[in-house]
């Protein structure tokens, strides 16, 4: 359940939950002296996400100093604490939520921090500072778009990749001018054209200066193309469920490492499987349910690729006998790693048939990563190994 001190931190922790899921949303952790980090931290491989959430209604004065008052209390608060945040975060390695759980950050040389300010208040009234505030580039979310942003870009590799492409955008010198909108009209854009700012198709040549009118994400997502879009990716909510399933086993000590027989909190494959965006979601839902369901599918096992250098495998074996289903698990994934070019990680998931286990029903899951192949040598090294200690700290199973 969403944990939040105020109604409107409570109401982003939930929309975190459900975009970016339970295991990787953090709300009100701990910083310095314990004192609160953030309003909500998401931490999901390389990506830290801080977002802070400023409620301040704004009080009409008759001219800019009713904007200035409001911006001061619902932006450059926010941006303050965000920044302070990312200093804090800067020197150490891991955090504390308020439920007194230990997060381990991603090592330093690997964190993309993205910044986030949910500024509420301004119901429209006034027109929204967004982009570099001094100490890096924040993103302005107001209470007509927050919704919108975490909705239609609900899984962590979808939402930083927007939040990137929109910084690269600013920083290659066009300006951006909202016409009575806010950041929403900029995803209606960015979807429009295929998650790109590539404006050239429509312009010739891509333009130093952009004018959104409030009108764009309405007409976005009142249209035919919207609509197929979401459709489209009906399916793909299954992989939500088939990681939170996992990730509960997890929270509740119900992982296990193979090689060790203890409980694990490794989260290497979930993490695999958390950021694979939602088009990639879709694919590969529709793949394993169709692997599992069919009973016209003889295979026993099917790979599928995935995002950004990722491959998945499925495996139909016996819970009866799963010492033997965890090492052909392990060594299909082997395969598929030196089979598919470009491949380094590999996320195996194996369970039984529906109907036909005698003994009840589990699952497991394998995690491989090797950045180069050296040698055909090698390969039949690794194979060796994997033969004969298969588990090598990638191994978990559910029970």
Known sequence: MAHGITPSEKF?????????????????????????????????????????????????????????????????????????????????????RHDGRTITLPKKDERQYHRVSVSLGGRGHVPLKWGDLGNGFIHICDEYSVGIVFSALDTITDFVEFLKASEAL?????????????????????????????LKAD??????????????WKGFSESDEYAAIQTDMNDSY?????????????????????HSREVTDNQLALVT?????????????ESFIEFLENPELKVASRAVQGYAETAFVFLIGKSSDRKYRVRELFLRCLVIR????????????????????????????????MPEWTSESEKQVIGIQADLGYFRNAQWAKR
Not at 176 to 198: C, K, P, T
Not at 353 to 368: K, Q
């Open 12 to 96: 982003v922790a939930s929309l975190c939950e459900r975009s970016f899921l339970r295991l990787w949303t953090h709300s009100n952790p701990k910083g310095k002296k314990d004192k609160e980090l953030c309003d909500c931290l998401v931490v999901c491989g390389p990506h830290i996400v801080i977002i802070s959430v400023k409620e301040n209604e704004y009080k009409d004065t008759g001219d800019k100093t009713g904007w200035e008052r409001w911006r001061k209390a619902a932006i450059e608060k926010s941006a303050a604490q965000i920044w302070g945040a990312e200093r804090w975060l800067d020197t150490v390695n891991e955090i504390v």
């Open 170 to 198: 600013v920083t290659n010198g066009v300006k951006l001018m909202f016409a009575g909108g806010g950041i929403e009209d900029l995803v209606a854009l960015y979807l429009s054209h295929g998650r790109s700012f590539n």
């Open 238 to 258: 299954i992989w939500d469920r088939l990681i939170e399933h996992y990730a509960s086993d997890l929270l509740a000590d119900g992982m296990f490492d193979m």
């Open 338 to 369: 030196g089979r598919l070019t470009g491949v380094t990680t590999v996320v195996g998931i194996a369970t039984d048939r529906s109907g036909t286990s005698e003994v009840g029903y589990s699952s497991d899951l394998a995690y491989i990563h």
């Open 273 to 285: 499987m958390a950021l694979q965006p939602r088009a990639h979601r879709a694919v590969l839902a």
């Open 203 to 216: 312009t010739h040549e891509q333009p130093d200066r952009l004018i959104l009118h409030d009108d764009l």
